[in-house]
T-cell receptor, first 116, second 110 residues
């Protein structure tokens, strides 16, 4: 079974540009999550989709970040315009269900974003 | 606000030297405590979920335990391939989000 995949693995952009990150969850997983780790800090939650609906977006830092999950399959996270402090590693995770034991979140390899 | 603190930040062991990693937490309504392993350049890899105080789970050389305030990850007779960062995360309240600690970086030497 294929795991969570993310594209690209690395992205280097200039401040003010736009970047779009993509996540493909494990097939059949209705729940999709975005997290990020900035330098030296812990991994922090951004938002949670259930199918195509945003269940919890309490971790989104500001309105420069836009997440979508059209059709309830893959998701994109757009940063527009990017700022220096957006640099970090963005992880996507998916889980089959809400409650145990199917609530385990499986993570992708991450996208390393560098804003210059 | 949910808080997770892991200690030590880094740990160096000789092969075969058993030890424990600590994860202490402060949450409202713990639903689950998760342990992950992360290798450099990769995403967190799921190890265990613990749901209630007193619960224990084992996998190869790893054993995770849970109390009402903390969790321990015991590593018995570690090997160099156990070298990684071990992350603890909690899920609390009504949502599914994970709150992570900063991790323990483990290095096992020959």
């Amino acid at each position: 079974e294929a795991g969570v995949t993310q594209f690209p693995s690395h992205s280097v952009i200039e401040k003010g540009q736009t970047v779009t990150l993509r996540c493909d969850p494990i097939s059949g997983h209705d729940n999709l999550y975005w997290y990020r780790r900035v330098m030296g800090k812990e991994i922090k939650f951004l938002l949670h989709f259930v199918k195509e609906s945003k269940q919890d977006e309490s971790g989104m830092p500001n309105n420069r970040f836009l997440a979508e999950r059209t059709g309830g399959t893959y998701s994109t996270l757009k940063v527009q315009p990017a700022e220096l402090e957006d640099s970090g590693v963005y992880f996507c995770a998916s889980s089959q269900d809400w409650g145990p034991p199917q609530d385990t979140q499986y993570f992708g390899p991450g996208t390393r974003l560098t804003v210059l | 606000e949910d808080q997770v603190t892991q200690s030590p930040e880094a740990l160096r062991l000789q092969e075969g030297e058993s030890s424990s990693l600590n994860c202490s937490y402060t949450v409202s309504g713990l639903r689950g405590l998760f342990w992950y392993r992360q290798d450099p350049g990769k995403g967190p890899e799921f190890l265990f979920t613990l749901y209630s105080a007193g619960e224990e789970k084992e996998k190869e050389r790893l054993k995770a335990t849970l109390t009402k305030k903390e969790s321990f990850l015991h590593i018995t007779a570690p090997k160099p391939e156990d070298s990684a960062t071990y992350l603890c995360a909690v899920q609390a309240g009504g949502g599914n989000k994970l709150t992570f600690g900063t991790g323990t970086q483990l290095k096992v030497e020959l």
